[in-house]
Each structure stands twice: as structure tokens, then as C-alpha cells.
């Protein structure tokens, strides 16, 4: 009877054993599933987003160094996808998205209006981010992480500059020196107040000085509005 007892209370320590593994091997592989599910939807979104900012940093003709370091971050998150989902609909789009990205070329019509403006601000801050959570996971050190914010700063700086400075050239090109004036002396005023050294500033300066005085009127031209506006005084006395 004694044995019998036993064997019965080991059976059921054995069922109760069986059925805690069946049970944790259940959730281990529920856990997993909704793991691969959120970071899969994370992966998603960085990639996307990443990507985004990666084409507007091409068109503003960012630095080859600071994009290829960006270009491989989005890499290491597609080659993550492909380890959670091989062959998915996903992995294909980003991989497409990624090629497409990579054969964008600099623009100079780009940045044209304020809502142009607007995203490249966004996308450029954006970019920043980035660097520091890579240096974060250490795939960037903190001295050239350092150097990339200030150069993705001076970008911000030029892709505004720049962007009066095609207004400038379109309304000079119209004939309406004074806009053309205007615009090129916002640019100047957006140079001249940015904290980078003075070297790195001058080739803008210098372009601005020789725009100003190509839109500047003329002397001649003056004198002939002068004598036009006085011969009609004239004629109205």
C-alpha cells in the first residue's frame, strides 16, 4: 500500500513537472512571438524614418562620411529584419527603399519653399538624433559623432542660405534687383551669424559680396531714374 502511495505521489509530481514545462515552453515561445512582433514594428518605423532623412541629406548634398555612417546603421536594422523575418514583404521593401535612396542625387531646387525648409530642419535634427543613439550602441565614437553634429549643423545653416540665395538669383534673373537684394542679404545675415570659424564662412561671403553687387543698381541707372523723376516734377509745374 506504502508503495503503491508512492508510485501514485511521484506520478503526480511527474504530470505536475511535465505540465510546468509544457507550460513555461508556451510562454518562452509566446514572449518571443510578441517580442519579434514589437521589434519588428520598431525596426520598421527607425528604418523608414531613417531612410526619409537619408534622402533629404543627399539631396542637401551632406557629407559623403556622415551619410555612409547613417547608410550603415539603416543596413544593420534591415539585416536585424532579415534575421527575425527572412524573405518577409517587409525585408524586400526596405531593401528596394534602401537602393532607391541610394541613387538620389544633390539638388539645388529642393529647399524652394517654407515647407521645404520646414522638413529639412526636421530631418537634419532628426539626423542628429541618429548619431547619438549610435554612438549609444557604440557604432560611432563621441569625438566624430561630435564632428558630424557640427557639420549637419553648418548643412542646416547652408540649406536656408542657399535657399535665399535661389530666390535671389531667380528674381535677379527677373529683373527685380531690389527682391534679388533682399534675398541675398538674408543669406549673408544667416552666414554671418553662425558660430563656425570665419574660414569656414568666407567662400559664402565672399559669393554673397560679388550677388549683392551684381543686383546692386547701378550708378548710371540710378542717375537716369533721378532725371526721369525730375523731368516729370518738371513737367508738372
Known amino acids: 500500500m506504502l508503495q ?3 508510485i501514485y ?4 509530481v511527474a504530470i505536475g513537472l511535465i505540465a510546468l514545462l509544457i507550460n513555461y515552453y508556451i510562454s518562452a515561445r509566446e514572449q518571443r512571438q510578441e517580442y519579434r512582433f514589437k521589434r ?11 531612410l526619409i532623412t537619408l534622402t533629404l541629406l543627399r539631396e542637401a548634398n551632406c ?7 547613417l547608410g550603415e546603421y539603416v543596413i544593420s536594422m534591415i539585416e536585424e529584419i532579415a534575421q527575425l523575418a527572412p524573405g518577409s514583404d ?3 521593401e526596405l531593401s528596394a527603399q534602401k537602393e532607391s535612396t541610394d541613387r538620389i542625387t544633390p539638388s539645388t ?4 519653399n517654407d515647407r521645404a525648409l520646414k522638413r529639412a530642419q526636421i ?5 542628429e538624433r541618429l548619431l547619438i543613439e549610435m554612438t549609444q550602441l557604440g557604432k560611432l565614437n563621441i569625438v566624430r559623432a561630435k564632428q558630424f553634429q557640427h557639420e549637419l549643423y553648418w548643412l542646416h545653416v547652408c540649406v536656408f542660405a542657399d535657399a535665399h ?3 535671389g538669383n531667380y528674381f535677379l534673373e527677373q529683373g527685380d534687383k531690389l527682391i534679388a537684394m533682399s534675398h541675398y542679404k538674408h543669406a549673408k545675415a544667416i552666414i554671418a551669424r553662425t558660430n563656425v570659424p570665419q574660414r569656414q564662412k568666407q567662400g559664402y561671403m565672399d559669393k554673397l559680396k560679388d550677388l549683392l553687387n551684381a543686383a546692386r543698381p547701378s550708378s548710371a541707372a540710378a542717375s537716369g531714374n533721378l532725371a526721369a523723376s525730375l523731368d516729370i516734377l518738371k513737367e508738372k509745374e
Open 4 to 6: 503503491d502511495n508512492l
Open 165 to 167: 540665395i535661389e530666390q
Open 109 to 112: 531646387t529642393t529647399f524652394t
Open 90 to 92: 517587409l525585408l524586400e
Open 40 to 50: 519588428l514594428h520598431e525596426l520598421r518605423r527607425k528604418s523608414e524614418d531613417a
Open 123 to 127: 530631418h537634419i535634427q532628426h539626423a
Open 9 to 12: 505521489l511521484i506520478s503526480l
Open 63 to 69: 557629407r559623403a562620411d556622415i551619410v555612409e555612417k
